[in-house]
């Protein structure tokens, strides 16, 4: 046992910092296991091995200086939306995800220290001392470039599909009658459809069947069907049939009725040993199970997944009845309407103050395996 790597813990103090700050902060050690970033109070009377001090307040200054004072053995950093006027460890706002624990671990080994305006006018007229003639200035970066550069960072499009029409809207029109049927496309049976025993007759190749999926504008038609002797045909079941037309369907598109602001979360857990495998589903399932988050905060929370797999996953899930919607967006500015047929998903890390009690876990899990799993995979 001795020999096991040990996890370091790192306590961190705020001073001034909203808690809306700090419920991102939470939300972003959750999803790290490398280190223990542990929160404490100052009443604890712990020693902090970071202090992260609030730049953006009036008296942000004085505030810093105090903190310097009481914590001097801790690393002190200023945290603000623009560097301080004075040289000292600096955190930038609005906090990117995935940057901030390469951030924090440079800031304990005494690096991402900013140095002031005055002391960067004297290191230039140094370096700069006993040049003659013009100076070699580099051109500045047009401020409209600078924008739209930022713009594209922030912002993703992504297109929307609707769960209703061709073949998927076909076999979730069969699932809701629930009655026995055929679909199919071109005059020629594609899927027998058995909802009383919740089975399924594939009557195409895989690869064909994906085909059919990803196509909007299909000859679909439903034909009912009576004769349960073909029961014992059935290849398949209805969950993991819907689960995988879902996945084909979708194949990088957000499903209707989402946005990137609805607020989500999963009310049970796929069996995801019997169903078409996804990337980081596990660990997309263990969160979601626990906190209710919008696409927007969700890319942010999960860098190292591609925009496509989670759409995958939320088409997938919803579709499927494990995924539920629990705050809608009523904006009338919303950046995209049910009718639309492509969303603008912002990257930024700026967390609505409208999602902030939503985004916040609302249980923790006791002990037992099941439990132990579920912190594991949320550190």
Sequence with gaps: ???????????????????????????????????????????????????????????????????????????????????????????????????????????????????????????????????????????????????????????????????????????????????????????????????????????????????LSQQDSLDVKIEQLNDQSLYERANATTTSTLWQLALWTANGRLVRPFKPDTVFRLARWPNLTRLAPLPESLRLSAFLTKTPINLNMLYKLMPSLEMSDIVNYVAATYLTGYLTITQQSQHKDTVASDSSTQATVDTSVALKKEHIQAAKPTREYSGGLLGRLMKKLLK
């Design 1 to 211: 046992m001795s020999d096991m790597p040990q996890i370091q813990t790192v306590k961190l103090l705020f001073v001034d910092v909203n808690e809306q700050q700090r419920a991102m902060f939470r939300m972003a050690f959750k999803m790290h296991s490398a280190t223990n970033y542990l929160i404490i109070d100052e009443a604890s009377g712990e020693k902090p091995d970071l202090v992260i001090v609030d730049g953006d307040s009036v008296l942000s200054s004085s505030v810093f200086q105090k903190a310097k004072a009481q914590y001097a053995d801790s690393k002190v950093v200023f945290f603000g939306q623009n560097p301080p006027n004075i040289t000292a460890p600096y955190l930038a706002k609005p906090i990117k995800f995935d940057s901030l624990f390469v951030n924090l671990r440079n800031l304990l080994q005494g690096n991402g220290v900013h140095i002031a305006k005055q002391s960067m006018q004297a290191t230039t007229a140094t370096i700069n001392h006993g040049k003659t003639g013009s100076s070699d200035e580099v051109n500045p970066v047009p401020q409209d470039a600078k924008v739209g550069a930022l713009k594209r960072a922030n912002e993703t499009v992504i297109l929307r599909f609707d769960p209703d029409v061709g073949l998927l809207g076909a076999f979730r029109k069969i699932l809701a009658d629930q009655k026995d049927a055929q679909i199919m496309i071109g005059g020629k049976p594609a899927l027998f459809v058995f909802p009383a025993i919740s089975r399924v007759w594939v009557g195409v190749d895989s690869a064909q069947l994906k085909r």
